[in-house]
C-alpha cells in the first residue's frame, strides 16, 4: 500500500456490512496502486466518525463503444488512455465493512450507520493501517464474510498489514497474525493450510 | 392494441419486390452516370455556362461548382502529420414538452481535445445549460420556442465553444503555427436557415454569427471541417446531369426530370483509395452565396474523402468533408486536415473525437428522467405540485403495460 491517504471514489451505494465505490481510474504509479485488493479504505463522517472496509474487488465495466474499439482493434495511444481516464463508465469497487472508528478509537464491530452516498472514500495511511490492525478481532469479520473471497481477501491484508510495520517488526506481526488465524480455524484445517501458505509466500 | 403482424403479410411482400424493382433501377442509372464521368469528366467553360444557367432556372435546385479542371480529380495523402490537435464538439437537448411537469428546454454541449502523438489522455468537456425564463422560452408572440430555434442554439452553442477550445489551444502553443489544429463538426459546416430569404433576421443573425466564428479561427489558422458521414447529397450528380443536356435545353422542367434522380454521389466515388478525395466542389447554395457576402468572398467548399484505411471498394467509407474556401485554396494545409481526420477514424471508420463528443453531449431517457426527479424537488420545496398532463400520463401507464 502507499504512503499517503488518496481518494478511491465515492459511494455508489452502501449497507451496514458492505459498501461500493465509484471511481474513474486506475492509478498506479510510484509503488501506489488505487484501487488495491485487500487495502483498508475508510469513509470519514461528521463528529469524527469512520467507517472502515476493506477492498475486495474492483470491476472495469464495458460497454458499446469499447467493446466496439476492442473488436476493432484499438492501438492509438491517446484513445487507450481516454478509455482508461475519461469515460464516463466508473470502475465499481466492493468494499467489506471491517470495522469503525468513533473518538479517536476503533472498534472491530459493524458500524451504527454505513457511510452515505457519494461520501468520498479515502485509502488508510500506514499509520492507520498499523492502528486498524494493532488487534487481530478484524480477521474473524474478514473469515465470516460471505460475498467476498474471504481467504484471498485475508491474505492480502494481512500481507498490506505486515508491510506498514517497520521491518523489525514485521515477521512477529505475521507471526502473531497467524495464530489468531489457527485459533479461529482450528476445526478447518485445511483452510487454515491455504491461507498460511499464502502469507509466508 | 398491439401491431398485428399478420395484417402486414402482403404490404411486406409487396414493398420487398417493389424494393428489387427499385434496386435494378438505380444500379442501371448508376452505371450511366459512372459512365458520363469517366467519358466526360473535363471542366470546360461549357459545363459552368451549363451550370450557371441551371442556377437561375432552378434556385432550389442543389448543385455544385466544381473547383477544379475535372469532375474525377483525385488526390491521396500519404502520411499522417505525427503531432495534430483535433477538437470536436457535439450538442444535445431536451426539447420543451408541454405535457411535462414544466416547460423547459435542456442544451448540453459535450467537447474534445485530441492531441495526436502526445500518448496524453485528450481533455473532455461537458456544458449543460437549462433555460426557463420567459425570454428564452417563449418567441415575441408568445410561443414556445420550436425545435428548429433550439436546434439553431445548439449549433452554435457547439461552434462557439469549438472556437473557444480551439483559440485556446493555439494560445497554450504560444501561438505556434505548426501544429495543425483541426476543428470537427458533424454535419454540413454552414447553419441551418429558416426559409424567408434576404428578409429574415434570425437567418441574417445565424449567419453573421457563423462568419465571425469562421474568421477567428481563420485569424489562428485553424481549420473547421464538417463531417457528413454517409452522406445523401447528389452534387455531382446534378453536374453530371448537365454533361449532356445541351444549353438551350436547360430549364426549370428538364432539371425537375434529371436522369440521376434518387441516385447519392458516394457511388461514384466508391473507387476512391485509403486517404483519398476527390475534387473540390463549392454548393449552389443560397446560405452558400449569402456567406460568401457576408464574409466578403469566402465560399464553403466540399470533397469526398474514403477514410477506410482498407483498400478495395467493399472496404470504402465515403464521407463528405466541408471546409471554408481559403483551405480549400491552399492545398498543403488541407492535406494535413484531411490525414488528421482520415488518422482520427481509425479503428472505427468514424472519427474518434466525433464519437466521444456525441457521447459527452448525449442526454439519455434515464438523465432526463433524473433531472426532472430533481426538478420536482425543487417545485416542491417551492410549493408547487408538479403534473403532468393526462395525455401523458396515460402514454406512461399503456407504454409500460405493454412493455410488462
Given amino acids: 500500500m502507499g504512503q499517503g491517504p488518496v481518494q478511491v471514489g465515492r459511494v455508489l451505494r452502501s449497507s451496514t456490512t458492505a459498501f461500493t465505490v465509484g471511481c474513474r481510474q486506475l492509478i498506479s504509479q510510484q509503488g501506489q496502486r488505487v484501487p488495491e485488493f485487500g487495502a483498508l479504505v475508510k469513509a470519514e463522517h461528521d463528529h469524527g466518525h469512520v467507517v472502515y472496509g476493506l477492498i475486495y474487488n474492483v470491476t ?91 481467504d484471498q481477501l485475508l491474505v492480502a491484508s494481512v500481507r498490506a498489514a505486515v508491510e506498514a510495520r517497520p521491518s523489525d517488526l514485521q515477521e512477529a506481526y505475521r507471526v502473531a497474525a497467524g495464530r489468531e488465524l489457527a485459533g479461529l480455524l482450528a476445526l478447518d484445517l485445511t483452510r487454515l493450510d491455504g491461507i498460511l501458505r499464502h502469507l509466508r509466500a | 392494441m398491439a401491431l398485428e403482424l399478420n395484417k402486414l403479410t402482403p404490404q411486406v411482400e409487396a414493398m420487398g419486390q417493389a424494393m428489387a424493382v427499385r434496386q435494378e433501377d438505380l444500379q442501371g442509372r448508376a452505371a450511366e452516370a459512372l459512365r458520363v464521368l ?80 502526445s500518448g496524453q489522455a485528450p481533455s473532455t468537456e461537458t456544458a449543460p445549460t437549462v433555460f426557463f425564463e420567459d425570454a428564452e422560452l417563449f418567441d415575441s408572440e408568445g410561443q414556445v420556442r420550436t425545435s428548429d430555434y433550439i436546434d439553431a442554439q445548439r ?66 489558422r485553424i481549420v473547421p471541417i464538417g463531417y457528413v458521414d454517409r452522406p445523401g447529397s447528389a452534387f455531382v450528380l446534378r453536374i453530371l446531369e448537365l454533361v449532356d443536356l445541351p444549353l438551350e435545353r436547360i430549364d426549370r422542367e428538364t432539371l425537375r426530370q434529371g436522369r440521376f434522380r434518387r441516385l447519392t454521389d458516394r457511388l461514384l466515388f466508391q473507387e476512391l483509395g485509403p486517404n483519398t478525395r476527390s475534387g473540390l ?109 393526462f395525455k401523458a400520463e396515460n402514454k406512461r401507464l399503456t407504454g409500460s403495460r405493454r412493455r410488462g
Avoid at chain 2, 475535372?70 to 502529420?81: G, I, P, S, T, Y
Avoid at chain 2, 489544429?181 to 429574415?200: K, S, V
Fill in chain 1, 60 to 150: 472495469i465495466e464495458d460497454d458499446a463503444f469499447v467493446r466496439q474499439l476492442v473488436a476493432a482493434g484499438v492501438d492509438s495511444a491517446e484513445v487507450i488512455e481516454d478509455q482508461r481516464q475519461r469515460r464516463q463508465v466508473p470502475i465499481i469497487v466492493d468494499v467489506l465493512v471491517a470495522g469503525f472508528g468513533s473518538g479517536g478509537e476503533i472498534f472491530h464491530r459493524l458500524p451504527p450507520q454505513p457511510p452515505a452516498t457519494l461520501d468520498p472514500i479515502v485509502t488508510c495511511g500506514q499509520a492507520e493501517v498499523v492502528r486498524f490492525t494493532a488487534h487481530h478481532d478484524w480477521l474473524r469479520t474478514v473469515l465470516c464474510a460471505e460475498d467476498a473471497p474471504a
Fill in chain 2, 38 to 117: 469517366n467519358d466526360r469528366p473535363e471542366v470546360t467553360d461549357e459545363l459552368l455556362d451549363k451550370i450557371a444557367r441551371a442556377r437561375k432556372m432552378d434556385a432550389w435546385r442543389r448543385g455544385a461548382t466544381p473547383l477544379g479542371k475535372r469532375l474525377d480529380e483525385q488526390c491521396r495523402v500519404m502520411n499522417a502529420q505525427p503531432s495534430a490537435t483535433l477538437i470536436a464538439a457535439d450538442g444535445s437537448q431536451i426539447y420543451p414538452d408541454r405535457h411535462g411537469i414544466a416547460t423547459y428546454y435542456l442544451l448540453n454541449t459535450g467537447t474534445i481535445v485530441f492531441r495526436t502523438g
Fill in chain 2, 155 to 220: 449549433g452554435r452553442r457547439e461552434l462557439e465553444a469549438l472556437v473557444l477550445l480551439a483559440e485556446a489551444e493555439r494560445e497554450a502553443a504560444g501561438g505556434d503555427m505548426s501544429v495543425p489544429i483541426i476543428a470537427l463538426l458533424d454535419g454540413p459546416l454552414l447553419p441551418w436557415l429558416p426559409p424567408g430569404g434576404e428578409d429574415n433576421q434570425i437567418a441574417r443573425d445565424e449567419l453573421g454569427f457563423f462568419a465571425e466564428q469562421m474568421w477567428r479561427l481563420r485569424a489562428a
Fill in chain 2, 281 to 389: 466542389f463549392t454548393a449552389n447554395s443560397n446560405a452558400n452565396d449569402r456567406y460568401e457576402q457576408i464574409s466578403g468572398g469566402d465560399r464553403i467548399a466540399f470533397a469526398y474523402l474514403n477514410v477506410s484505411r482498407r483498400p478495395g471498394t467493399q472496404n470504402c467509407i465515403v464521407v463528405r468533408i466541408e471546409l471554408p474556401g481559403w483551405v480549400a485554396e491552399n492545398a498543403a494545409l488541407l492535406d494535413l486536415a484531411q490525414a488528421a481526420v482520415h488518422d482520427n477514424c481509425e479503428p472505427a471508420g468514424y472519427p474518434y473525437v466525433l464519437a466521444r463528443a456525441h457521447e459527452l453531449a448525449l442526454v439519455t431517457q434515464q438523465e432526463r428522467s433524473d433531472f426532472e426527479a430533481m426538478l420536482v424537488q425543487s417545485m416542491l420545496k417551492n410549493g408547487l405540485l408538479p403534473e403532468t398532463s
